[in-house]
């Protein structure tokens, strides 16, 4: 019985450590909420990338207490915004795809919930069922978006099969 209870008190301990980092995270993104930045693709390295030498940008913009949008712009595609929700589960991490007349794109809303290794700079969301659904090869997709201990660099990073799949950084102490 005592070995229970201590496991549950394990539990309970270890996830609220958890939720704590996840809110601290949503309150250091949120306090950059109007601002712009420039990035760039650092990995892969390969010239034939489809976001190879385009000028990276993000926007961190309508923010509110439980969601946080940021448009991703990709050279002049201004397809994509990353959304950062608060949820009875944790952070929701999705990446909404839109046509240039708003309609969303056949891929799109994919992401997945942060996981409990969260820390205050950096949290990862695994793929969830409806990625698992809408893209079968990323089924074992990771999206990490974190900061540098000086808070000078934005990273998201995709790993696929636990290997390095794309990773931008974006440069904090310039705004665009």
């Known amino acids: 019985m005592k070995k ?6 394990i539990l309970f301990v270890s996830n609220s450590y958890a939720k704590n980092n996840q809110a601290k995270f949503f309150e250091v993104v949120k ?3 109007g601002q712009t930045f ?4 650092v990995y892969p390295e390969d010239p034939d990338h489809s976001f190879a030498g385009k000028k990276l940008v993000m926007h961190i913009k309508d923010c509110s207490e439980k969601e946080i949008r940021i448009p991703f712009k990709v050279g002049e595609d201004t397809s994509r915004t990353w959304i950062l929700t608060k949820t009875e589960k944790g952070l ?11 309609t969303p794109h056949e891929l799109t809303m994919y992401g997945g919930h942060s996981d409990d290794r969260g820390t205050e700079l950096s949290q990862s969301f695994p793929a969830d069922k409806e990625t698992h ?9 990771v999206w990490t978006i974190s900061f540098d201990e000086n808070k000078k660099h934005f990273i998201y990073y995709l790993e696929r099969h636990a290997k390095p799949r794309y990773k931008a950084i974006f440069d904090l102490t310039r705004l665009d």
């Not at 229970?4 to 008190?9: G, M, N």
């Not at 991490?93 to 708003?102: L, V």
């Not at 659904?133 to 997709?141: D, E, S």
């Open 133 to 141: 659904k809408l893209v079968p090869a990323g089924k074992t997709n």
């Open 92 to 102: 929701l991490f999705k990446h909404d795809h839109r046509h240039d007349d708003g």
């Open 38 to 41: 420039n990035g760039k693709t």
């Open 31 to 33: 306090s950059l909420c």
């Open 4 to 9: 229970i209870l201590l496991i549950l008190v």
